[in-house]
């Protein structure tokens, strides 16, 4: 964006064609949603600089700072729903293999509770493939 002053509106319009621009990519290449999360991150980012040069008195303002806020949680939970039967892999995998389940050897795995991957190691709080945080996960 040039270096005149932004419209609230005008940011609004930007932010909701560059975020479906990146879940579109990300749909048509079925993307991991960690990695459309990182390029969400990045334009909000990009968007901070631009939302301070907003007039204070723009009646659209509070909704753009909002929307800035929570966008990344939002199109990646729209993205995780859109993906969820693939998501399940895990848990297919798991329901499948009785032998898994039958043993009982003192170890518990963390998932994720919304795709069902384990946890790599207990330092990780972030599903490494869904980027879901892993607070109040199940074992």
């Known amino acids: 964006m040039s270096s ?4 609230a509106a005008n940011l609004l319009e930007l932010l909701a064609a560059q975020a479906r621009s990146f879940v579109d990519g990300a749909r048509s290449s079925r993307s991991p949603p960690l990695e459309l999360r990182a390029k969400l991150v990045e334009l ?3 968007l901070q600089p631009m939302l301070e040069r907003v007039p204070k ?6 909704l753009l700072e909002r929307r800035v806020l929570t966008f990344v949680d939002a199109e990646v939970r729209a993205y995780l729903a859109w993906q969820k039967p ?5 848990q297919n995998a798991l329901r499948s293999t009785a032998k898994h389940a039958q043993t009982k050897v003192g170890i518990s795995t963390v998932r994720c509770t919304a795709c069902g991957a384990a946890r790599e190691n207990e330092a990780v709080h972030r599903c490494q493939y869904c980027g879901t945080p892993l607070l109040g996960a199940t074992t």
């Open 4 to 7: 005149t002053t932004p419209s």
């Open 44 to 46: 909000q980012r990009e």
């Open 57 to 62: 008195d723009d009646v659209l303002l509070e």
């Open 86 to 90: 693939s998501l399940r892999i895990f």
